[in-house]
DNA sequence: ATGAAAGCGCTAACAG
DNA sequence: CTGTTAGCGCTTTCAT
């Protein structure tokens, strides 16, 4: 009698009085295709059941070459975007039996290449990345191809490669966002972008010039202010809305991403501007708070949960050689939220 | 030659003319307890220094029985406090070879047991928890603690066990935002507290008594209000506040968190309130948002990212047996940090 | 100081 | 339909 250690197919095949083998099989079998009679099937079942066995993924894993784990890389856990976007991915790998190790980079931009290395070591079967920034280290990406992991990112591409990824229609989500500003009769209309790094700036700024386009409204660059740091908090958009404030304001804006809206809203604010009426803004994400913002902020929706256990779905898809080519790349539709932010035009 | 397997102690063994066993020695000695002669030594490292080995983790695990993983199980992901705590844990354990496994309840309170579940069939060496709440299934606790699986909890502690845990001195966190707005020259101080199943929330209830006497204010039932949901977003500010406006609001407002506070301004501002004028009000934690609230927020911080970082070093001391007694509750300062909210008095 | 051998729990050939 | 055998990569006696 073992001590008090954890019940393995041994046991159960004693108690059975089968082989070990037959009782692996059984357990393993989910759709019967094993031939097995169905009296063993059922006596092993039972005592598997009786005595609550739970298979060793360390022996499976080292016996098969095969982990029920696989990495997440995310670009700064504290974001509620970021948030919202692991809740996803937990869920539907739970539900597939996977379990994702989360880590995250936080500041330390450009140490993808350390959190790689960890889920490498762990033997991560599969990598997903999410809003992560290949500045230096594009290459760890060649070396995950090469030894056969899969990889997909979420909002996020290395243009270059080929790799399975979801995200946002980004430019539909700033036209709409442009277009709404330009309906209630904004003419002066500020971008507020992220840095170059991340891809989903450049996306916007198209969605935000073919929305003036098509309206006929004059794009002017000194309407549209770039942030440099890749940290996105609030305090990003409060600088870059100061810059707007020490030249000639715009009416209305459009920000990356909702936190961005908050520290915007905060600087024109201080200056003494009232919002909606003297500045119309509109937000990215749709975070939980956005709604309670003060004004409740009119902001561009991103399926964040949804884009999370899609991206799962597709990286355990792909670990499980199921991944189809035409599946691998989905551009969710973004959604209009609109609240009391910009109110009926300037 | 392997296909592109991974690379053995085989290898190196090979490589260096050594035995498997020697090789496992050297790598596994860091103190340079065991005697092995220096030459063989130095040939061992620098092959698999050349080689870049990694050892399978499977193999160790299965072998030794200890895994150097562990569970957290977190009651939501997108809060930001969590996010942040989370973020801790990731640090302090990544630094000491320790993975964490997360997963979180969500909406789904009650669910504890089935993340336990998964964190055990994982053969998770420990697990955390931060912020759950043991409403049905405190018999968990027991199975985990008969089966040696250390546990640690952060911010909420299950009464009736022993189990070590980190959290802020509650008491003293309200107290010092009660003490605050009496001073300001407050005397009806409306305190609004998360569910009875968040022991925090009797904390804090005391923490605001003990200041009310202490500057000899009458304290009054009716000044308090309470959320019954567990979700911990704006919205549960905003129904309480509500709640105070309906009857004679008080002139200052202590909330259970931040994201409370957010909904409870919100509120105020609907009813034609101006903060801090009509209504001061002061947080809870200190998320990186609050400053760039409307007006920036007055609140109590709670250092979570260093919670975070200790409750999880506690818990892998734990694991490999060294956490001593006295090292088991750690109690946090927390700090006021004094923005806007809260102007110079009613 | 070094190595041979055994075995952790599981799965996969291969027999029977 | 079932069982025997072998081995994944590693650590751990126990010899030498």
């Not at 070990?20 to 059922?42: F, G, H, L, M």
């Not at 309206?215 to 309407?223: E, T």
């Not at 740091?229 to 707007?244: E, K, N, T, V, W």
């Amino acid at each position: 009698m073992r001590k008090s250690m954890s019940i393995t197919l041994q046991d159960i095949a004693e108690q059975a009085h089968v082989s070990v083998t037959t009782a692996s099989k059984v357990i393993n079998d989910k759709a019967s295709e094993i031939r097995i009679s169905p009296k063993t099937r059922d006596l092993v079942l039972t005592v598997a059941k009786r005595v609550g066995y739970k298979p060793n993924p360390f022996a499976q894993s080292l016996r098969t070459k095969k982990s029920r784990s696989f990495g997440v890389v995310v670009a700064e856990m504290r974001n509620p975007y970021f948030g919202a976007i692991i809740s996803g991915i937990e869920q539907a790998s739970i539900a597939r039996g996977y379990y994702p190790l989360i880590s995250s980079l936080e500041n330390n931009f450009g140490e993808e290449k350390a959190c790689v290395e960890v889920h490498r070591a762990n033997r991560a079967a599969g990598i997903l990345f999410a809003g992560t920034v290949f500045r230096l280290e594009e290459g760890i990406l060649h070396q995950l191809a090469e030894d056969n992991i899969p990889v997909v990112f979420i909002g996020n591409k290395v243009e270059a490669l080929r790799i399975p990824y979801v995200d946002v229609d980004n430019v539909k989500g700033a036209f709409l966002a442009t277009e709404h500003l330009i309906k209630l009769g904004h003419r002066r209309i500020g971008l507020i972008l992220g840095p170059d790094e991340i891809p989903a700036s450049a996306k916007r700024w198209k969605g935000y010039k073919r929305a003036l386009e098509e309206y006929g409204v004059q794009y002017d660059k000194r309407w549209v202010e770039q942030e440099t740091q890749l940290r996105s908090d609030p305090g990003s958009g409060y600088s870059a809305m100061m810059r707007f404030l020490e030249r000639d304001p715009p009416t209305a804006l459009c920000t990356f991403n909702d936190q961005y809206a908050l520290g915007a809203i905060r600087a024109a604010v201080e200056k003494g501007l009232t919002i909606p009426q003297d500045l119309a803004v509109v937000g990215f994400d749709n975070i939980a708070a956005a709604a309670y913002y003060s004004p409740p902020l009119t902001t561009v929706e991103q399926p964040m949960l949804e884009m999370g256990k899609i991206a799962a779905n597709m990286l355990i898809d792909a670990i499980e050689g199921t991944l189809k080519e035409e599946r691998s790349f989905v551009i969710l539709e973004p959604k209009l939220i609109i609240r009391k932010s910009c109110g009926a035009g300037p």
